[in-house]
């Protein structure tokens, strides 16, 4: 029987969560095999991450396994019903594709916020690129890991669960509202919540204006970025500029 559901474009197609998962999943395992080994040494995780997880340990659905199984059980549902709707095998030229795009954002993010900054803040010189914590105690290999993890779980908690939670959650109660008004309310509440996560325990940064508003710029960026490209590749900007000035700038 012929397929005659129409193929998908390249920027139809690499939004989708079949394409987002197959770019993360490997970053997923990498940090998840990679944490145990920092934490060795070092007892930390990526405060996404951390929250997630005791969020879900305090429902009752935390371990190890537990969380594997209902993450693959929640994120494979998404899928089969892609598949299902648009079927089409992969292509594997998108996930390159993809990958470049998320290069090219990575270099760009610190540039494009820093402007964005200095117009917020007038008469502020360009701001340094800012990381997502400090980690001038661990060594390259453990600060690589925890970029993955600042990827992986902030994206996830800040742009799936939280901004888009939040869009579903004002259209249902203020269906009068303008179609601009819970986009922007969503955006900002999400991007103020990620600027400020950075400054909460024991490896958070004191805080400064300079820094907090750089990262709330950031997040609406992310936010712009995550509504356009999709989960995987706002995953991969995100993971890949913080290694960037973890390797270049330091932490």
């Known amino acids: 029987m012929t397929d005659l559901r129409p193929a998908r474009t390249y920027w139809e ?3 989708s969560w079949t394409y987002s998962l197959i770019l993360v999943v490997p970053l997923l395992i990498i940090y998840e095999a ?14 996404a991450d951390a929250l997630i997880k005791a969020l879900l340990q305090v429902a009752g659905v ?17 899928v089969w019903v892609e598949r299902k709707r ?17 290069v090219l954002y990575a270099l760009l993010l610190a540039p494009v916020v820093g402007r964005l900054t200095q117009a917020v803040l007038p008469g502020l010189s360009a701001p340094a690129p800012i990381a997502a914590s400090p980690g001038g105690e661990f060594g390259l290999g453990a600060m690589i890991i925890l970029s993955l993890g600042a990827g992986i779980y902030e994206e996830l908690l800040f742009r799936v669960l939280l901004m888009s ?13 303008p179609k601009w008004a819970p986009y922007t309310v969503a955006a900002t509440a999400a991007a103020l919540l990620f600027s400020a996560f950075h400054y909460i325990g024991e490896y958070g940064d004191p805080f400064s204006i300079v820094s907090f508003t750089f990262r ?17 590749i706002a995953v991969w900007t995100h993971a890949l500029y ?8 330091g932490w």
């Not at 190890?64 to 549902?77: Q, S, T």
């Not at 648009?86 to 998320?102: D, I, K, P, Q, T």
């Not at 939670?165 to 509202?177: N, S, V």
């Open 216 to 232: 709330f710029v950031a997040g609406l960026v992310l936010n712009a970025l995550y509504a356009a490209r999709g989960y995987g």
């Open 86 to 102: 648009h079927g089409g095998a992969v292509r594997r030229e998108y996930l390159l594709f993809m990958a470049g795009e998320s």
């Open 34 to 47: 990679g944490i145990l080994a920092v934490q060795l040494q070092h007892p930390v995780r990526n405060g």
């Open 62 to 78: 935390w371990s190890a396994v537990g969380f594997g199984v209902l993450l693959a059980a929640a994120l494979g549902a998404r």
């Open 13 to 15: 197609a690499s939004r």
């Open 165 to 177: 939670g939040l869009l579903l959650a004002l259209k249902e109660i203020f269906p009068r509202w």
């Open 242 to 249: 913080d290694i960037f000035l973890a390797v270049t700038v």
